[in-house]
């Protein structure tokens, strides 16, 4: 038995009521420490990411959102694993009060804040009146908005508030966060039902639909104080983080310590936060958030105002722990356990800079709608400096039933502009092989946008978003021809045909290899590509490996490289085949290319054309997940960009607009019914 689990100041076995990349964290450094962990899942065999760190897993018949939330079964589990401690990470029942209680009343360690902290904090109304009272600025506000209990009241409010303060205006959940239950309005016209929609996806992620109005700050920074707190008082600042680089008002890339702040702003943030946190005798890690003004040179102080409080361990802890060099779970792991902190955390100074990119299944050029699905590889490089927090394994499937974050990639280095480098060179190097994500993004945002030389505000991503498609459009053309070759020979080594666009892969060919292959199947059902147009371009695979094969899905990955004039690109791989079908996924230069071949889709071009306009009179989701609202009915007629209906998907909810303008001939769902991805849900009139 490892001698650390006879010290009395810990636990001995933790109980992680979660799951994903926040459950390998928490194990990790519980491994270190000697304590033995549970968590739970639903797989026969339990997932590779965490095999190596979690001491034993309970079989639970499905990991879904509403196990998580059930925080009677959290303890009943955890008791009956025979744990002395629970940790709930982030998310789920981290910032339940009530479920705080009641793993003390059972007897059992709970990871975290007391539940009187936790209550002060809960609600973002409660939380500016207490944040007032202890001298934090705020902004102004309107607190506590009840849609369900008096909508005619709420509304009053609403219209009163904002004919004083005027647009825009930003409506939240009053208890959440994480971009849930959020929208900013800017015109009469929308403020009631945009807070409806905000109240509903509250309700829906939170299970309050209370809501929270404030004055919409035109050029904000989000600036947020990290804290530890002890049981006997004690409230030190562990630096501060920028986390401004947003969409959907949702953070992706984070950094510590925040870049151009003026340190007189600096140290009257630490100073707030320390001074809202004892005043509501808050203990365990926590984090103040606030708002600064983005237009405000850093020559001066910059006014700043308090948003709110995170009552828990938040997604961006890794950068704040690699530039002051402690681990932010084992402290809350003492904390809990009765530790009283050294007075040396409270003087701990950052060293170089630190930059966190999270890593999402979904579209960016779709609203950031999520992609949930099969993953055909998952590739993580690693190298001097950079940190790695995974909720995934090297073949795995992204549910719907959860939050589409699957990594966390950690770049540390002696300055901010080597730390973005190094992010920046590890994304192109990586490879997620799925039918959509975010790493070409985040590899603009930390390699070649406006993000690397000056202060952003929280609109970036949203201002710049034309910016990162033609700078995408661009490079992906730069690199058609090699990706093109490269997925020839992917096609050629890992099956019998393939599909896709004209590629330009031999000398004195005439045609693809692509087409050549395909001819060679199907005869005369596919025409030939055109005649190559660059004669030194040829790729060659130099590894390759069966990774998985359940049931008639067998899934490949390796390396290869193309040779284009007098250089080489060297490029991930995988397919995945399932019966006749196969997925082939390359990555160039951070970039993915992606063909389907099917027999199907190797059938004359027209028989394609006749499926498009079979499928033009049908209106499908766009993500799967549970239809929450339907805007229209059968016989109405709509314009084009009007909203069809809203779908809750990954805890979020997305309107799907109409592409088009006309009768709706009849609506195929109803409000509450599952739909999944491609689904028809409505018909338009021939």
Same mark, same amino acid.
């Given at each position: 038995?490892?001698?650390?689990?006879?010290?009395?100041?810990?636990?001995?076995? %933790?109980?992680?009521?979660?799951?994903?990349?926040?459950?390998?964290?928490?194990?990790?450094?519980? *491994?270190? %420490?000697?304590?033995?962990?549970?968590?739970?899942?639903?797989?026969?065999?339990?997932?590779?990411?965490?095999?190596?760190?979690?001491?034993?897993?309970?079989?639970?018949?499905?990991?879904? @959102?509403?196990?998580?939330?059930?925080?009677?079964?959290?303890?009943?589990?955890?008791?009956?694993?025979?744990?002395?401690?629970?940790? =709930?990470?982030?998310?789920?029942?981290?910032?339940?009060?009530?479920?705080?209680?009641?793993?003390?009343? #059972?007897?059992?360690?709970?990871?975290?804040?007391?539940?009187?902290?936790?209550?002060?904090?809960?609600?973002?109304?409660?939380?500016?009146? %207490?944040?007032?009272?202890?001298?934090?600025?705020?902004?102004?506000?309107?607190?506590?908005?009840?849609?369900?209990?008096?909508?005619?009241?709420?509304? /009053?409010?609403?219209?009163?508030?904002?004919?004083? /303060?005027?647009?825009?205006?930003?409506?939240?959940?009053?208890?959440?966060? &994480?971009?849930?239950?959020?929208?900013?309005?800017?015109?009469?016209? #929308?403020?009631?039902?945009?807070?409806?929609?905000?109240? +509903?996806?509250?309700?829906?992620?939170? &299970?309050?639909?209370?809501?929270?109005?404030?004055?919409?700050?035109?050029?904000?920074?989000? !600036?947020?104080?990290?804290?530890?707190?002890?049981? +006997?008082?004690?409230?030190?600042?562990?630096?501060?983080?920028?986390?401004?680089?947003?969409?959907?008002?949702?953070?992706?890339?984070?950094?510590?310590?925040?870049?151009?702040?003026?340190?007189?702003?600096?140290?009257?943030?630490?100073?707030?936060?320390?001074?809202?946190?004892?005043?509501?005798?808050?203990?365990?890690?926590?984090?103040?958030?606030?708002?600064?003004?983005?237009?405000?040179? #850093?020559?001066?102080?910059?006014?700043?105002?308090?948003?709110?409080?995170?009552?828990?361990?938040?997604?961006?802890?890794?950068?704040?722990?690699?530039?002051? &060099?402690?681990?932010?779970?084992?402290?809350?792991?003492?904390?809990?356990?009765?530790? @009283?902190?050294?007075?040396?955390?409270?003087?701990?100074?950052?060293?170089?800079?630190?930059?966190?990119?999270?890593?999402?299944?979904?579209?960016?050029?779709?609203?950031?709608?999520?992609?949930?699905? =099969?993953?055909?590889?998952?590739?993580?490089? +690693?190298?001097?400096?950079?940190?790695?927090?995974?909720?995934?394994?090297?073949? $795995?499937? !992204?549910?719907?039933?959860? $939050?589409?974050?699957?990594?966390?990639?950690?770049? /540390?280095?002696?300055?901010?502009?080597?730390?973005?480098?190094?992010?920046?060179?590890?994304?192109?190097?990586?490879?997620?092989?799925?039918?959509?994500?975010?790493?070409?993004?985040?590899?603009?945002?930390?390699?070649?946008?406006?993000?690397?030389?000056?202060?952003?505000?929280?609109?970036?991503?949203?201002?710049?978003?034309?910016?990162?498609?033609?700078?995408?459009?661009?490079?992906?053309?730069?690199?058609? /021809?090699?990706?093109?070759?490269?997925?020839?020979?992917?096609?050629?080594?890992?099956?019998?045909?393939?599909?896709?666009? #004209?590629?330009?892969?031999?000398?004195?060919?005439?045609?693809?290899?692509?087409?050549?292959? @395909?001819?060679?199947?199907?005869?005369?059902?596919?025409?030939?590509?055109?005649?190559?147009?660059?004669?030194?371009?040829?790729?060659?695979?130099?590894?390759?490996?069966?990774?998985?094969?359940?049931?008639?899905?067998?899934?490949?990955?390796?390396?290869?490289?193309?040779?284009?004039?007098?250089?080489?690109?060297?490029?991930?791989?995988?397919?995945?085949?399932?019966?006749? $079908?196969?997925? %082939?996924?390359?990555?160039?230069?951070?970039?993915?290319?992606?063909?389907?071949?099917?027999?199907?889709?190797?059938?004359?071009?027209? +028989?394609?054309?006749?499926?498009?306009?079979?499928?033009?009179?049908?209106?499908?989701?766009?993500?799967?997940?549970?239809?929450?609202?339907?805007?229209?009915?059968?016989?109405?007629?709509?314009?084009?960009?009007?909203? !069809?209906?809203?779908?809750?998907?990954?805890?979020?909810?997305?309107? !799907?607009?109409? *592409?088009?303008? &006309?009768?709706?001939?009849?609506?195929?769902?109803?409000?509450?019914?599952?739909?999944?991805?491609?689904?028809?849900?409505?018909?338009?009139?021939?």
């Amino acid at each position: 038995m490892n001698p650390r689990l006879k010290n009395p100041e810990l636990c001995k076995r %933790l109980f992680i009521a979660n799951r994903g990349e926040i459950a390998r964290r928490i194990a990790l450094t519980a *491994q270190r %420490l000697g304590i033995e962990t549970v968590a739970l899942t639903d797989r026969v065999t339990p997932p590779a990411y965490l095999a190596d760190v979690i001491t034993v897993f309970h079989h639970v018949p499905e990991e879904t @959102t509403a196990l998580y939330l059930n925080g009677n079964e959290m303890i009943k589990l955890a008791k009956l694993c025979e744990c002395d401690a629970i940790h =709930p990470g982030f998310g789920f029942l981290s910032e339940n009060a009530v479920f705080a209680e009641a793993v003390a009343s #059972a007897g059992l360690i709970w990871v975290g804040p007391a539940a009187t902290g936790i209550k002060a904090m809960a609600s973002k109304a409660a939380a500016r009146t %207490l944040a007032l009272k202890a001298s934090v600025p705020c902004i102004e506000g309107l607190d506590g908005i009840d849609l369900d209990r008096d909508p005619e009241l709420a509304a /009053t409010q609403l219209r009163k508030f904002a004919k004083s /303060t005027g647009f825009p205006l930003l409506i939240k959940a009053a208890f959440g966060g &994480g971009g849930k239950g959020m929208r900013i309005v800017h015109d009469e016209d #929308a403020l009631i039902e945009q807070s409806h929609r905000a109240a +509903s996806e509250a309700k829906s992620s939170f &299970g309050n639909g209370l809501l929270v109005v404030e004055r919409y700050l035109e050029s904000p920074r989000h !600036v947020e104080v990290q804290i530890l707190a002890d049981k +006997s008082g004690q409230v030190f600042a562990i630096g501060d983080r920028d986390c401004s680089l947003q969409r959907r008002h949702q953070k992706i890339i984070e950094e510590a310590p925040a870049p151009d702040l003026h340190e007189t702003t600096r140290k009257a943030m630490q100073t707030a936060a320390i001074g809202l946190a004892k005043s509501v005798g808050y203990d365990s890690a926590g984090t103040v958030e606030f708002l600064v003004d983005g237009k405000a040179p #850093a020559t001066s102080p910059q006014p700043f105002y308090f948003l709110e409080m995170n009552t828990r361990l938040q997604v961006e802890h890794p950068v704040s722990e690699e530039v002051f &060099g402690l681990d932010l779970v084992e402290w809350q792991l003492r904390i809990a356990c009765g530790t @009283t902190m050294p007075a040396s955390l409270g003087k701990l100074l950052p060293r170089g800079h630190s930059v966190e990119a999270r890593i999402y299944a979904e579209d960016v050029h779709q609203n950031f709608f999520p992609a949930p699905g =099969p993953v055909s590889s998952f590739i993580t490089p +690693s190298s001097p400096g950079i940190r790695w927090e995974t909720g995934l394994d090297t073949v $795995d499937e !992204v549910t719907t039933r959860f $939050d589409p974050m699957v990594a966390k990639l950690v770049a /540390t280095a002696e300055s901010r502009e080597a730390a973005l480098a190094r992010l920046t060179q590890t994304l192109k190097a990586m490879f997620l092989a799925n039918s959509a994500n975010n790493i070409s993004l985040l590899t603009w945002l930390s390699g070649f946008s406006g993000f690397r030389s000056k202060v952003v505000s929280t609109h970036f991503i949203a201002d710049a978003m034309p910016e990162f498609l033609k700078w995408e459009k661009a490079e992906r053309a730069k690199l058609e /021809t090699a990706a093109t070759a490269a997925l020839d020979a992917v096609a050629f080594s890992t099956g019998l045909t393939s599909h896709g666009p #004209a590629s330009h892969t031999r000398a004195g060919a005439g045609e693809s290899l692509a087409a050549q292959l @395909t001819r060679a199947a199907f005869g005369s059902l596919v025409k030939a590509a055109p005649a190559p147009s660059d004669h030194n371009t040829m790729a060659h695979l130099h590894h390759e490996k069966i990774l998985a094969q359940d049931g008639t899905t067998t899934t490949r990955m390796g390396l290869g490289s193309v040779r284009m004039a007098s250089r080489h690109l060297p490029f991930h791989f995988a397919s995945r085949q399932t019966g006749g $079908d196969r997925i %082939l996924f390359v990555n160039l230069c951070g970039h993915n290319f992606k063909r389907e071949i099917t027999k199907i889709s190797l059938v004359a071009p027209t +028989s394609r054309a006749s499926a498009r306009q079979a499928t033009s009179l049908h209106v499908s989701a766009p993500v799967p997940g549970k239809i929450v609202a339907i805007k229209v009915s059968a016989g109405v007629e709509v314009e084009e960009g009007a909203a !069809v209906l809203v779908i809750e998907s990954m805890k979020m909810e997305f309107e !799907v607009k109409s *592409q088009r303008q &006309g009768r709706i001939e009849s609506v195929d769902v109803t409000v509450g019914e599952q739909v999944s991805a491609g689904q028809t849900v409505a018909r338009w009139s021939p």
